[in-house]
């Protein structure tokens, strides 16, 4: 089974709208932590977001916020206000556990985000 | 400015050959990383070392070896055993897991687009 699906391929959105990118994830752990990354034409990845299996409250970064749904094990990213240079590959990504056990980010196949003018 | 640094960009390679990708940082990161990405992929780990001198597989590590000589440093070979090299291929670092616990960003370099002619 996967552990993170993101279920989107690609997703539109007009300019100064707001979009939900969609992720789900699988785990047996406890401690775990969600990551968002927003990977440009370029190729660079760049961190968004990140929560906390502990977090009581939803993640927050500027125009980014994650809809953190324990209970069904889902992270949904939220992008408020779309600009034309929000367009771009964003992925889900996963760690579990504490320690030596933690090196691993696991991805999910990523959604091609399309801000329309 | 604290960053990675990788390079070549764009590496074009004949079948049979090895090749080596560099992967630089300066962020005092202890730990380093190297994942794959094909199309329609989610990222895909390579590789990954924690302290210097040494490092472990990931997922996918059958014809790729590398080397944590140094701690800025950890180069990835692409060796001719890979049956199907040709992807895009991204490294990361971030602080050691077993200090960091699951918040534990990983920051990305550019990239290397590797071609087999």
């Known amino acids: 089974a996967q552990k993170i699906t993101q279920t989107q391929p690609g997703m539109f959105v007009q300019e100064k709208e707001a979009v939900t990118l969609d992720c789900t994830y699988d785990?047996?752990?406890?401690?775990?932590?969600l990551f968002w990354y927003k990977q440009p034409s370029s190729g660079e990845m760049i961190f968004l977001i990140y929560?906390?299996?502990?977090?009581?409250q939803n993640a927050t970064e500027g125009r980014y916020s994650l809809n953190f749904q324990k209970a069904r094990k889902s992270a949904n990213l939220v992008i408020s206000a779309s600009q034309l240079g929000d367009s771009a590959m964003y992925f889900c990504?996963?760690?579990?556990?504490?320690?030596?056990?933690?090196?691993?980010?696991?991805f999910g196949k990523g959604t091609l985000l399309t801000v329309n003018p | 400015d604290g960053g990675i640094t990788q390079s070549p960009k764009y590496l074009f390679r004949k079948e049979g050959q090895n090749v080596t990708l560099s992967c630089e940082q300066n962020?005092?990161?202890?730990?380093m990383y190297w994942y794959r990405q094909d199309p329609g992929q989610g990222l895909r780990l390579i590789y990954y070392s924690q302290i210097v001198n040494d490092f472990q597989k990931g997922d996918i590590a059958e014809g790729y070896s590398v080397s944590r000589e140094k701690k800025e440093s950890f180069p990835l070979t692409v060796t001719s055993a890979q049956k199907n090299p040709t992807a895009f291929y991204l490294c990361?670092?971030?602080?050691?897991?077993?200090?960091?616990?699951?918040?534990?960003?990983?920051?990305f370099g550019p990239g290397t687009r590797l071609t087999v002619l």
């Open positions: 990504a996963m760690r579990e556990g504490w320690g030596g056990s933690n090196y691993k980010l696991t």
């Open positions: 785990t047996s752990d406890q401690s775990y932590g």
């Open positions: 990361a670092s971030s602080m050691r897991p077993r200090l960091a616990g699951v918040y534990n960003e990983q920051f």
């Open positions: 929560q906390g299996s502990y977090d009581e």
């Open positions: 962020l005092n990161h202890d730990a």
